[in-house]
C-alpha cells in the first residue's frame, strides 16, 4: 500500500464527538504531514511533523489535534470544534532531505 | 505566503489531443514544483517535478515548463488517453532540509473522451 497506510477508509462521526484517523509509515521517513481535500478547495495543510516529539499547526489547524510519539505514526484527531468536519483526509510523509510526498490512500470522514 | 492559481479547474479534451494545465505562483523564492495526479478514490501521486534551475522537463507523454521570470508553469499531457483522466494538482514550494511544504492549487479534473 506504498508505505504509508491510513486508516478506517471510511469513519461516520456523530455531531459534538472526537475522531482519531490513524496513519503509519514504513518508509522510514521523518516528516509527516495531514492534508483536508474538499471539492475545488485543493489540498489544505492541518498539521506537520518534522521529528518526533514535535509539530506545527499548518493553515486550518483550529479543531484538530495530533501528536508523534513514534517516527512511524501521526495521528489526527478531529476534535468537536471543527465546525464542519466532513471531508477527505490525506496523510503524506517525506524524507527530509527529499522532495516530494508519498500519500496515504485517504480517510473519508462523515458527520451524521 | 505563498498563493498558487491553476487554470482550468475542468479541461474536457478528445483522446488523442494534447492538455495544458497552467499554474502560476507569487513567492518568487519557490524553487521547486511538483505536479501530482489523483484518480477517483485514489491518493495523489507524483507525475512529474522541476526544479528553478531548469526551464523544462520531459518524461514520455508529460512535460513541465517553468518560467521564472513570469512565475508560471504548466503541465503538458501529449497524445491523452482515457486513462489521464484524473485531477491534477500543481504545488510551488521553498526550502529544503525539511522545510519543504508545498502549496497546492486547487486542481484540474482532466476528462479525455474516448
Known amino acids: 500500500d506504498g508505505g504509508i497506510t491510513q486508516s478506517p477508509k471510511y469513519l461516520f462521526r456523530k455531531e459534538g464527538q472526537n475522531v482519531t484517523l490513524s496513519c503509519e509509515q514504513n518508509l522510514n521517513h521523518d516528516a509527516m504531514y495531514w492534508y483536508r481535500q474538499d471539492p475545488g478547495q485543493g489540498l489544505r495543510l492541518i498539521y506537520y511533523?518534522?521529528?518526533?516529539?514535535?509539530?506545527q499547526k499548518g493553515d486550518i489547524a483550529e479543531g484538530y489535534s495530533v501528536s508523534r510519539e513514534k517516527k512511524e505514526s501521526f495521528p489526527l484527531t478531529v476534535t468537536s470544534a471543527q465546525k464542519n468536519p466532513t471531508a477527505f483526509y490525506l496523510c503524506?510523509?517525506?524524507?527530509?532531505?527529499?522532495?516530494?510526498?508519498?500519500f496515504g490512500s485517504g480517510t473519508r470522514l462523515t458527520v451524521v | 505566503g505563498e498563493n498558487v492559481e491553476q487554470h482550468p479547474s475542468t479541461l474536457s479534451v478528445q483522446e488523442g489531443d494534447s492538455a495544458v494545465i497552467k499554474c502560476t505562483y507569487s513567492?518568487?523564492?519557490?524553487?521547486?514544483f511538483p505536479w501530482y495526479k489523483q484518480e477517483l478514490g485514489k491518493r495523489p501521486q507524483l507525475i512529474i517535478d522541476?526544479?528553478?534551475?531548469?526551464g523544462e522537463k520531459k518524461d514520455q507523454r508529460i512535460a513541465v515548463t517553468l518560467n521564472k521570470t513570469a512565475k508560471h508553469f504548466s503541465l503538458h499531457i501529449t497524445e491523452t488517453q482515457p486513462e489521464d483522466s484524473a485531477v491534477y494538482f500543481c504545488a510551488a514550494s521553498k526550502g529544503s532540509g525539511g522545510s519543504y511544504i508545498p502549496t497546492f492549487g486547487r486542481g484540474t479534473s482532466l476528462i479525455v473522451h474516448p
Open positions: 513567492d518568487s523564492a519557490s524553487n521547486y
Open positions: 522541476i526544479r528553478s534551475n531548469v
Open positions: 511533523s518534522q521529528i518526533v516529539n514535535d509539530f
Open positions: 503524506a510523509s517525506s524524507i527530509e532531505s527529499a522532495l516530494g510526498y508519498t
